[in-house]
């Protein structure tokens, strides 16, 4: 992965399916309250850095056509992503391995 200064970073886009009852964008609200980001909440709320708003939510499914993507958000990501980061995984670990191979 090539390092690129935060400030050359306009959007970090994140393709997250919803969950049961909880929306994509939902469960990476909770997800960014954890410990694990204390430290880009000082800065934020310090007002020195707020990296959060860089962070855009897009609704997806690795496992569905298209990414499971609507027209506009893959729209969007063509015409703006640079880099893609895949950190996807099955994690049910009894799953069928022809199913987790698709």
């Known amino acids: 992965v090539p390092r690129v200064p935060p400030s050359q970073v306009e959007t970090v ?3 997250v399916r919803g969950k049961r009852s909880l929306p994509a964008a939902q469960r990476v609200q909770n ?3 954890y ?3 204390s430290h880009l909440h000082r800065q934020a709320t310090e ?3 707020n990296v959060f708003v860089k962070v855009k939510v897009v609704t997806g499914d690795l496992s569905q056509p298209g990414l499971g993507l609507s027209e506009a958000d893959a ?3 063509r015409n703006s992503v640079d880099i893609v980061i895949h950190c996807a995984a099955n994690v ?3 799953a069928d391995i022809q199913g987790t191979l698709r």
């Open 31 to 33: 997800m960014l309250c």
């Open 13 to 15: 886009y994140l393709l």
């Open 75 to 77: 729209a969007v990501l």
């Open 35 to 37: 410990p694990l980001f």
């Open 47 to 49: 007002g020195d850095r």
């Open 92 to 94: 049910v670990l009894d």
